[in-house]
């Protein structure tokens, strides 16, 4: 959702608004420059992030890092620059949460980074990026004091042999003609095949599969390091053998979902007529649908839903974890449905929460927009959900849901997203998808949600009640979207119950298969 699942709370404990508000005019804009050293080889763009923060030492200061609103952010697009060049930022232009320039004098340290993936708001800073060290400005003043320089002369490595063993499974590459029709370039699709530890042992045995996917902000290294958690609970018996599929769905343009979009492409179709059929004849897996299964968290919660409802003949059921939104009468608070609605505050003029913690409103819809338009025009995760629900605009992009600076909602746009509403689709679709996905819908969630996905989570199951869906809801008192998989002091505990009642189920399905007259 709003966020990695492993990337959103540092991004969002930003939002809260500690620092002192913007005045009606500033009289004078505040520059840094930042200049390239000698160890940048060939010309370079990007995006230049700098970051600020109160007080010394840090040995990074970054948006995903310290107490809430202790990190100001400015930025600007840069197009090839070489070494020895020096470019200014200009601090009041594109900042958050206001221009550097009416900071109170004081300790602070500064960090830039030249993002030349433009994915900084998607997944952080990564390999071929360009830092700088942590440059400490004691007793600065603005206005004042002389304008910082900051030398860009680091590049951010790949992770090493080391780090790589940290991971476990098989990396597959495969080439999608339906997507790479659709882009008119050669588009892969990628994911790491964990098998069993009795995998090779025993080579007549076929196993039932788990399609896993990660949360926004997730990548193929992130899922590399879920198979190792995996491996090891299933060497320990923890779970029983299956062969995890866990399914990159990382983009430039955020999370596509495995959605069929107009934006990012039919990710859904290549997925269910390529990628599997592609798996299947590469390794023992049981093809049949029930032995296929769907787990996902957060955005990859949202997916996996999305994949068993779209497609309930292929799969044999979904154990979804704190998914994105399922019913957009609340999206996060917001009902998408209603007229005049803003994302940025009710009708009351109260400002729209997007995040809590332990109670406590951490961040707003507003502040969320505001920063990922100071890291980037796409990736961040309002970004995303354009690309996969919003049609397309005559400047070849998607259509933004609402207006940046007043939060005011298209009807159009917001209309056009209703064709993901989950809820709708099933309720709407009963009679056709029914015979299929009675049963098959697991949700657990936690009361405490983080990002409030708790709230659509009991709309869908109200929807799946009334349709007699013979869906298992769990929601999962006082949990966030952080601990949800936590059984006692196990963090990973909720992998062990869902894949036994994965197993479970294939081989109930396998019993009735072998009893049957026709067998």
Request: charged content about 20%.
């Amino acid at each position: 959702m709003p966020r990695t699942f492993l990337r959103a709370v540092p991004v969002l404990l930003l939002l809260s608004g500690a620092w002192p508000a913007q005045p009606a005019a500033v009289s004078r804009h505040l520059f840094f420059r930042v200049v390239l050293g000698p160890e940048v080889s060939k010309p370079v763009s990007g995006r230049l992030l700098l970051f600020l923060s109160k007080g010394t030492g840090a040995k990074i200061v970054d948006a995903g890092e310290g107490r809430p609103g202790d990190t100001y952010v400015a930025a600007r697009e840069v197009e090839s620059v070489s070494a020895g060049d020096s470019v200014e930022i200009d601090t009041d232009d594109v900042a958050f949460p206001n221009g550097f320039s009416i900071l109170a004098p004081g300790d602070y340290q500064a960090q830039a980074v030249l993002d030349v993936h433009h994915s900084y708001a998607y997944s952080g800073r990564s390999p071929g990026d360009l830092m700088s060290p942590v440059v400490p400005l004691p007793h600065f003043s603005p206005g004042v004091s002389s304008e910082p320089i900051i030398p860009l002369n680091t590049t951010l490595q790949e992770a090493n042999d080391s780090q790589e063993a940290a991971g476990a499974g098989h990396i597959e590459r495969f080439h999608s003609p339906l997507l790479s029709r659709f882009w008119g370039r050669p588009i892969t699709m990628r994911a790491v095949v964990l098998l069993p530890p009795g995998y090779d042992a025993h080579p007549r045995r076929h196993y039932p599969a788990v399609y896993y996917t990660h949360g926004f902000g997730g990548t193929l290294s992130s899922l590399q390091r879920t198979a190792a958690r995996l491996l090891a609970r299933m060497q320990n018996r923890q779970m029983p053998e299956m062969i995890w599929i866990l399914l990159d769905e990382s983009s430039p343009t955020g999370t596509h979902e495995f959605a069929d979009s107009v934006n990012n492409g039919p990710w859904g179709q290549a997925l269910i007529s390529e990628f599997i059929p592609h798996l299947e004849a590469a390794y023992r897996l049981d093809a049949r649908a029930g032995a296929r299964f769907l787990n996902g968290h957060s955005s990859g919660g949202w997916a996996t839903l999305w994949l068993q409802v779209n497609y309930p003949k292929v799969f044999g059921g979904t154990w979804s974890t704190s998914p994105d939104p399922s019913n957009f009468h609340d999206f996060s608070g917001i009902d998408l449905y209603a007229s005049h609605v803003n994302m940025y505050r009710t009708a009351e003029g109260k400002e729209r929460p997007i995040m809590r913690m332990h109670g406590q409103v951490t961040g707003t819809w507003a502040t969320l927009t505001r920063l990922e338009g100071v890291l980037g025009s796409y990736g961040g995760q309002v970004a995303s959900f354009e690309w996969v629900f919003s049609p397309r605009g005559p400047d070849g992009l998607p259509m933004p849901l609402f207006n940046r600076v007043t939060g005011e909602v298209d009807p159009v746009v917001a209309n056009a997203w209703t064709n993901f509403d989950i809820s709708r689709i099933v309720a709407a679709n009963w009679k056709r998808l029914g015979p299929d996905l009675r049963g098959k819908i697991h949700l657990i969630v936690g009361t405490e949600d983080t990002f409030y996905l708790d709230g659509p989570a009991r709309k869908f199951q109200a929807v799946l009640k009334s349709l007699d869906a013979n869906a298992h809801f769990t929601f999962l008192e006082g949990r966030s979207h952080f601990d949800v998989y936590k059984t006692g002091n196990d963090p990973q505990g909720l992998f062990d119950t869902i894949s036994q009642e994965m197993y479970q189920s294939w081989r109930s399905t396998t019993a009735r298969i072998e009893k049957s007259p026709a067998n």
